[in-house]
Nanobody, 119 residues
Framework: VQLQASGGGLVQAGGSLRLSCTAS????????MGWFRQGPGLERDFVAQ????????FYADSVKGRFTISRDNAKNTVYLQMNNLKTEDTAVYYC?????????????WGQGTQVTVSS
C-alpha cells in the first residue's frame, strides 16, 4: 500500500487547509485511516482517525472542534479539514492506514506534507 498525502502549505493563524491522502496498491475501504503530525523538535503525535465506515471519527483533544476527518471510499482517500489553525499546529502531517486501527501506529505511512501556520 502506498499513501500519497497532499494539501499542506502556508496559512495565517485562523485560516483553513484541507489535507488529502490517497491510497494505491490495494483497496483500503475496510481499513482504518488516520492522521499524525510531527512539530519541530517534537515526537510524532496522533491527530485523528476514522473507521472504515466513516461513522466513528476520533480526535486528539488539541484539535477537537477545529479539525474534521472524513473519507471517500470510492476514491480510496481520507481527508483532514483543518479550521481555525493555530501556530502550534505547524508540523509535518502524515497519513496512516491499517487493517485494524491506526493507534498506537499504523502499518502504512504516507510521506508527509508540511503545514505552516504563521501568526
Amino acid at each position: 500500500v502506498q499513501l500519497q498525502a497532499s494539501g499542506g502549505g502556508l496559512v495565517q493563524a485562523g485560516g483553513s487547509l484541507r489535507l488529502s491522502c490517497t491510497a494505491s496498491g490495494r483497496d483500503v475501504n475496510t481499513w482504518a485511516m488516520g492522521w499524525f503530525r510531527q512539530g519541530p523538535g517534537l515526537e510524532r503525535d496522533f491527530v485523528a482517525q476514522i473507521d472504515s465506515s466513516g461513522d466513528w471519527p476520533f480526535y486528539a483533544d488539541s484539535v477537537k472542534g477545529r479539525f474534521t476527518i472524513s473519507r471517500d471510499n470510492a476514491k480510496n482517500t481520507v481527508y483532514l479539514q483543518m479550521n481555525n489553525l493555530k501556530t502550534e499546529d505547524t508540523a509535518v502531517y502524515y497519513c496512516g492506514a491499517d487493517p485494524a486501527r491506526v493507534l498506537p501506529e499504523p502499518d502504512y505511512w504516507g510521506q508527509g506534507t508540511q503545514v505552516t501556520v504563521s501568526s
